[in-house]
């Protein structure tokens, strides 16, 4: 009983979906998109192969691969007015708060893609995001740092062009370090999507209203902001730096299993992964791959993150809590190492992960089944009781 409601103990809270897009075996560290295992993808696929199979359902032939890859790059601009857009912000804005606004921005521009009883209206909104989310990020780094905007170039790779929007500058050519570009490309795919994790199912709620395809990912992008979600691998990095060396990890750890310490590991841990994430792992190669191509493979850092990893791995609070790396935990070394600043971390997670977003939003609307979303309550508040005057309170 609570007051004068009682409810019903078969009462289940938890909402869950039906989807073909993504498959997470927490216990074994499994992740497949579509059936492929992400090692392969990551190792062997590119982002936006990935992207036209997340949305699709299987890998692109040749022909579908190509007029994917025209279709989405000429649609990598955005509206001029869009650029007046930013002059409206501080310089110190988050590059996510800018980036939670301008995409959500896209809705007022795109009118021709909002209709989403229309198939067409819909693919064109799905490919307008992901082409547009790294102009969109690109720009807000560069405003956070006073340099002009620099325009997407369409015979440069997905990869290429956005680190190009990011580092050049008019006063010199740039070039674009292959190196770096592949890593972005495998990192972009290892961020792609992750079955209903907190920003999906944002996406996917938002969606069920009926909201415009832009309105659902700029909903996304706020959600993946959190510091428990997408938010970690800013948080992860600004730990380690806080470690500063492998001498101070003891007290870090002490910290972390100690329950009256909200402190926690950040980069470690997971709802549904209780093994290594499988991301993860392939996330130190790729940290490994570009910290040697930039020169710093003795980044004190690395050293600090693999020996707080080997450490909490044989502790038995992590082992018995099960708790592994995740995705976070390497990532924020690597993105660093590529030039990023910790403001843009979270902006790159949001850039990859709208290839997800879009598809499972595409899942859900086209789901003839599929209903608003009411995540049910159980009531615990007051009984039914009479008004108070002010006077007699
Ligand atoms: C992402 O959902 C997704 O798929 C998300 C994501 C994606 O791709 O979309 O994978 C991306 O968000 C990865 C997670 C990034 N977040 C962090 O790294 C932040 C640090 N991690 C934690 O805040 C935490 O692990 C969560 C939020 C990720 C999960 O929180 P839970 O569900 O509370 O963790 P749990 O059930 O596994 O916890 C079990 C126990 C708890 O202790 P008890 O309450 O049982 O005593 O372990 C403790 C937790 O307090 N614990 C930690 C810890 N994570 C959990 N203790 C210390 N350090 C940690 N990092």
Same mark, same amino acid.
């Given at each position: 009983?609570?007051?004068?409601?009682?409810?019903?103990?078969?009462?289940?809270?938890?909402?869950?979906?039906?989807?073909?897009?993504?498959?997470?075996?927490?216990?074994?560290?499994?992740?497949?998109?579509?059936?492929?295992?992400?090692?392969?993808?990551?190792?062997?696929?590119?982002?936006?192969?990935?992207?036209?199979?997340?949305?699709?359902?299987?890998?692109?032939?040749?022909?579908?691969?190509?007029?994917?890859?025209?279709?989405?790059?000429?649609?990598?601009?955005?509206?001029?007015?869009?650029?007046?857009?930013?002059?409206?912000?501080?310089?110190?804005?988050?590059?996510?708060?800018?980036?939670?606004?301008?995409?959500?921005?896209?809705?007022?521009?795109?009118?021709?893609?909002?209709?989403?009883?229309?198939?067409?209206?819909?693919?064109? =909104?799905?490919? #307008?995001?992901? =082409?547009?989310?790294?102009?969109?990020?690109?720009?807000?780094?560069?405003?956070?740092?006073?340099?002009?905007?620099?325009?997407?170039?369409?015979?440069?790779?997905?990869?290429s062009?956005?680190l190009r929007?990011?580092f050049a500058?008019?006063?010199e050519d740039y070039k674009v370090n292959p190196?770096?570009? #592949?890593?972005?490309?495998?990192?972009?795919?290892?961020?792609?999507?992750?079955?209903?994790?907190?920003?999906?199912?944002?996406?996917?709620?938002?969606?069920?209203?009926?909201?415009?395809?832009? =309105?659902?990912?700029?909903?996304?992008?706020?959600?993946?902001?959190?510091?428990?979600?997408?938010?970690?691998?800013?948080?992860?990095?600004?730990?380690?730096?806080?470690?500063?060396?492998?001498?101070?990890?003891?007290?870090?750890?002490?910290?972390?299993?100690?329950?009256?310490?909200?402190?926690?590991?950040?980069?470690?841990?997971? #709802?549904?992964?209780?093994?290594?994430?499988?991301?993860?792992?392939?996330?130190?190669?790729?940290?490994?791959?570009?910290?040697?191509?930039?020169?710093?493979?003795?980044?004190?850092?690395?050293?600090?993150?693999?020996?707080?990893?080997?450490?909490?791995?044989?502790?038995?609070?992590?082992?018995?809590?099960?708790?592994?790396?995740?995705?976070?935990?390497?990532?924020?070394?690597?993105?660093?190492?590529?030039?990023?600043?910790?403001?843009?971390?979270?902006?790159?997670?949001?850039?990859?992960?709208?290839?997800?977003?879009?598809?499972?939003?595409?899942?859900?609307?086209?789901?003839?089944?599929?209903?608003?979303?009411?995540?049910?309550?159980?009531?615990?508040?007051?009984?039914?009781?009479?008004?108070?005057?002010?006077?007699?309170?």
């Open positions: 009983q609570t007051g004068m409601f009682t409810y019903d103990p078969g009462f289940t809270s938890t909402a869950s979906c039906e989807s073909e897009i993504t498959y997470i075996d927490g216990d074994k560290g499994v992740l497949l998109y579509r059936g492929y295992p992400i090692e392969q993808l990551a190792e062997q696929g590119d982002f936006l192969e990935t992207s036209y199979l997340l949305l699709y359902g299987e890998l692109p032939t040749p022909a579908q691969r190509a007029d994917w890859v025209h279709r989405i790059t000429r649609h990598t601009m955005v509206h001029e007015q869009l650029a007046r857009f930013f002059q409206g912000f501080r310089r110190d804005a988050h590059p996510m708060a800018v980036l939670v606004a301008s995409v959500g921005a896209l809705s007022a521009f795109y009118h021709d893609s909002t209709n989403i009883s229309e198939p067409k209206q819909r693919m064109v =909104a799905s490919m #307008r995001l992901i =082409a547009k989310l790294p102009t969109l990020a690109a720009m807000a780094y560069k405003y956070s740092i006073g340099q002009p905007f620099v325009y997407p170039k369409n015979e440069l790779d997905y990869t062009n956005f929007m990011c500058v008019p006063c190196v770096l570009a #592949r890593a972005l490309d495998q990192i972009f795919i290892l961020h792609a999507d992750h079955e209903q994790n907190a920003s999906t199912s944002t996406v996917r709620l938002a969606g069920s209203s009926g909201a415009n395809p832009f =309105a659902c990912i700029a909903a996304g992008v706020a959600c993946l902001w959190g510091p428990a979600h997408g938010g970690a691998n800013e948080a992860a990095l600004k730990m380690l730096e806080e470690i500063g060396s492998v001498d101070n990890i003891p007290k870090y750890i002490a910290r972390a299993k100690d329950k009256n310490d909200s402190f926690r590991l950040m980069g470690f841990g997971h #709802r549904v992964y209780k093994n290594y994430d499988p991301r993860a792992k392939l996330m130190q190669k790729t940290c490994h791959a570009v910290l040697e191509a930039v020169g710093k493979k003795d980044d004190p850092l690395l050293d600090v993150a693999m020996e707080l990893e080997h450490i909490a791995l044989h502790d038995e609070y992590f082992i018995e809590k099960k708790l592994y790396p995740n995705i976070d935990f390497y990532s924020g070394i690597t993105l660093k190492a590529m030039g990023f600043p910790t403001s843009m971390f979270t902006v790159l997670f949001a850039v990859a992960r709208t290839a997800g977003w879009v598809a499972q939003w595409k899942e859900m609307i086209e789901d003839p089944s599929q209903k608003i979303g009411r995540p049910r309550q159980l009531y615990t508040g007051a009984a039914e009781r009479l008004y108070v005057p002010i006077d007699q309170r």
